[in-house]
């Protein structure tokens, strides 16, 4: 079974400072790791994913194999990034095609 | 474009009735999924239909039928509703499914009394 945990639901920083949401994964194979973002009133959008080792919005993630954790970074909060983050993971084999999200983190950067 | 759109944006039922929620995607992607949205659970899947002709239950499918109508349309239904079902409900489509990015509707928020 796939499983995504998200140990905070809630999350508050002040503009300026780093920021760090947390995702741990539990999947016995090699999964495709996301992060959706969801601001308000929008939609749920995907922000990143870890085969394409990119930035996006400043935020990065790098998955951990060894600690099974794809951990969302920026080293420097905006307002505008207050949003709620969702953590998910796609297993590789064809029965687990579809995505496991984790409960979410409500993000609020302070000015 | 309109990407994924649901509807209706809201619904009210009282326990026992049943309703449709439509969900139709304008990308020609070949799956389509139904997610709800609870506090502190996140999102969890409902149904989902990897290319039309076919569907397949996700986590939560109890109290849930659905329709993959056609390529562009996929529907769920509740047959009586229950308070349990009260949640925000979205579509999302994706090109392939296995680890391709969804693309999501708006939502629809429903509230069973």
């Known amino acids: 079974a796939q499983r995504v945990t998200q140990p905070e639901k809630l999350l508050s920083v002040f503009k300026g400072a780093p920021v760090e949401l947390k995702c741990n994964y539990s999947?016995?194979?090699?999964?495709?790791l996301f992060w959706y973002v969801q601001y308000s009133r929008q939609r749920l959008q995907l922000l990143l994913r870890h085969i394409s080792r990119e930035s996006i919005k400043g935020f990065t993630a790098d998955l951990n194999k060894g600690e099974t954790s794809f951990h969302l970074k920026k080293p420097f909060a905006q307002e505008e990034d207050s949003a709620m983050y969702y953590c998910a993971l796609s297993g590789l084999s064809v029965s687990a095609r579809q995505l496991t999200f984790g409960s979410g983190t409500q993000l609020t950067v302070l000015p | 474009n309109a990407g994924v759109t649901q509807t209706p944006k809201f619904q009210v039922l009282k326990t026992g009735q049943s309703m449709t929620l439509q969900c139709a995607q304008d990308m020609n992607h070949n799956s389509m999924y139904w997610y709800r949205q609870d506090p502190g659970m996140g999102l969890r899947l409902i149904y989902y239909?990897?290319?039309?002709?076919?569907?397949d239950k996700g986590e939560v499918p109890n109290g849930y039928n659905v329709s993959r109508l056609n390529k562009r349309e996929f529907s769920l239904r509740l047959e009586s509703a229950a308070p349990s079902q009260t949640s925000v409900y979205f579509c999302?489509?994706?090109?392939?499914?296995?680890?391709?990015?969804?693309?999501f509707g708006n939502g629809t928020r429903l509230t069973v009394t």
């Open positions: 999302a489509s994706s090109e392939r499914g296995k680890g391709s990015p969804l693309h």
């Open positions: 999947y016995s194979g090699s999964p495709e």
């Open positions: 239909s990897a290319s039309e002709g076919t569907t």
